[in-house]
């Protein structure tokens, strides 16, 4: 059985940066890839994932701040997130092909 789970979120300020984790036990390959977030009273959505010719697809809100990235050296997923935002407060999601992690809070406030 796979089991995600993410990890590194937390309280920062505006400006700042976090980055999100996400590593999977009982699989060591997926073909999708993906981080989302879900605000309060907000539906779910996208945040990053791969593409199936092998590129990075960004939601515009978050284009050229945050980065996703891969080590399967440690079978991890990653998120980058710099200048966050207020707005950028969530729970974020990871999505292994039809996997997901149970979420990490992140707190974008001063």
């Known amino acids: 059985q796979v089991q995600v789970e993410e990890s590194g979120g937390g309280l920062v300020e505006p400006g700042g940066s976090l980055r999100l984790s996400c590593t999977a036990s009982?699989?060591?390959?997926?073909?999708?890839m993906g981080w989302y977030r879900q605000a309060p009273g907000k539906q779910r959505e996208l945040v990053a994932s791969?593409?199936?010719?092998?590129?990075?697809m960004y939601a515009d809100s978050v284009k050229g701040r945050f980065t996703m990235s891969r080590d399967d050296s440690k079978n991890t997923l990653y998120l980058q997130m710099d200048s966050l935002k207020p707005e950028d407060t969530a729970v974020y999601f990871c999505r292994l092909d039809q996997h997901w992690g149970q979420g990490t809070q992140v707190t974008v406030s001063s």
């Open positions: 791969n593409t199936l010719d092998g590129n990075l």
């Open positions: 009982g699989a060591r390959s997926f073909l999708a």
